[in-house]
Structures are given as structure tokens and as C-alpha cells.
């Protein structure tokens, strides 16, 4: 009995190390299996749709491109747009603006067109910045200049408006009156003019 005892006193340190070894391995196979996982992630998480064709654009998402084929049209014998999905960043040309960019240019080609023979607009997409000329003005900023030329014609041939963005700072003259500013003076020239020579107000910004 006594030597039985000894036997098995014997073992347990044995026994308990091998469980301990076979509980560091599971553990070990478990964070490699979850590295594996994350980087997994990650890698789908910057790549995720761009690049890729689809009938619809998801939120998130610009399209470069459209191809007109029977992929999206539901078996039916009619052609359908199809998009070449892309993440919008700066200096992209796309076929639909996004939020947070302003575009800079409008050119005119087929790559948007979704009738046969008709060339439709694309935008240089742009991330907003102080003194950045653009098609369209932003609430994160204002603009001390209007200009007048083709760049950023929504109408072939036809003059459109661009706006010289600025971040607002005390005592400038501006085009307009950002949320939380007010201003001191006003005055009237061609500066602000959306319509060319016709004297718009600007304003002496005070925030």
C-alpha cells in the first residue's frame, strides 16, 4: 500500500506538467488561430470592395466605371449598368462625388455613361484644403474668390463657378459666413461674384 502510494506521488508532478504543456500548446494553436483571424481582417478591411464589379453601390463606395450587360438585369434581354466599385480618396476620378470631398474638375467621356453614344461627366474628387480652387464650396470652409471658366462645367462649352476655399480666421474678408462666425464689416466688388461683373457682398469675419 505504502509503495503504492509512492507510485502514484511519483506520477503527479509527470502528470500535472503534461497537462500544463498540452494547456500551453491549445493556448498557443488558439492565439495563432486569432492572429491569423485579425490579420485576416485587416487585410479585408482595406481592401474590401474596391475594385470590384456590382449592381448596386454600397455606402462608403464611388464608381469609376460602368459596363451596360445583362449581369444585373435579372435574366432579362435588356443590358443593365453595372459599376467598377472604388474607395473614394483624393485625386480619384469618379462618376458620382462622395462625402467629405469636393472635386476639383468635370471632364466628359464614356467611362460614366450608361446610354450608348452619349458622353457623361466624372469628377476629380479632392480633399478639401485651405486655398484648394473648387467646383463646389463646403461648410468646413469658406471662400474669398469666385471664378468663371469651363473646369467646372456641369454643361459642355457652357461657364460654371469655382470657389478659392479658405479656413476661416479672424478679420478676413470672405464670401461667406461660416456656422459660429459673425462678422464687422461688410463690403461690395467683384470678388464674391457669382454672376460675372455683378458686385456681391463680403464680409469681415469675426469668430
Request: glycine content about 8%; overall charge positive.
Given at each position: 500500500?505504502?509503495?503504492?502510494r ?40 482595406v ?10 453601390v ?55 455613361s450608361?446610354?450608348?453614344g ?12 485651405d486655398?484648394?480652387t ?19 462645367s ?14 476661416p480666421?479672424n478679420?478676413?474678408?470672405a ?5 459660429g ?15 460675372p ?11
Amino acid at each position: 500500500m505504502s509503495v503504492a502510494r509512492t507510485a502514484r506521488t511519483a506520477r503527479t508532478p509527470r502528470t500535472v506538467r503534461a497537462t500544463l504543456l498540452a494547456a500551453f500548446a491549445a493556448l498557443a494553436l488558439l492565439l495563432s488561430g486569432a492572429a491569423t483571424t485579425t490579420a485576416s481582417a485587416r487585410t479585408a478591411a482595406v481592401t474590401g470592395l474596391d475594385g470590384a464589379w456590382a449592381c448596386e453601390v454600397p455606402a462608403g463606395y464611388v464608381y469609376d466605371q460602368v459596363s451596360m450587360n445583362r449581369s444585373c438585369s435579372g435574366g432579362g434581354s435588356w443590358n443593365s449598368p453595372q459599376f467598377h466599385l472604388r474607395t473614394p480618396v483624393d485625386g480619384l476620378t469618379a462618376c458620382i462625388g462622395a462625402p467629405g470631398f469636393v472635386h476639383d474638375s468635370i471632364s466628359w467621356g464614356y467611362s460614366c455613361s450608361q446610354q450608348p453614344g452619349v458622353t457623361s461627366n466624372a469628377y476629380h474628387l479632392r480633399v478639401p484644403y485651405d486655398g484648394l480652387t473648387a467646383c463646389v464650396a463646403t461648410p468646413a470652409f469658406t471662400y474669398d474668390r469666385s471664378g468663371h471658366d469651363f473646369s467646372c462645367s456641369l454643361v459642355q462649352g457652357v461657364r460654371s463657378n469655382n470657389f478659392h476655399l479658405r479656413k476661416p480666421v479672424n478679420g478676413m474678408w470672405a464670401c461667406s459666413v461660416p456656422s459660429g462666425w459673425t462678422y464687422s464689416a461688410t463690403a461690395s466688388d467683384l470678388d464674391c461674384a457669382v454672376l460675372p461683373n455683378v458686385p456681391t457682398t463680403k464680409f469681415r469675419l469675426v469668430g
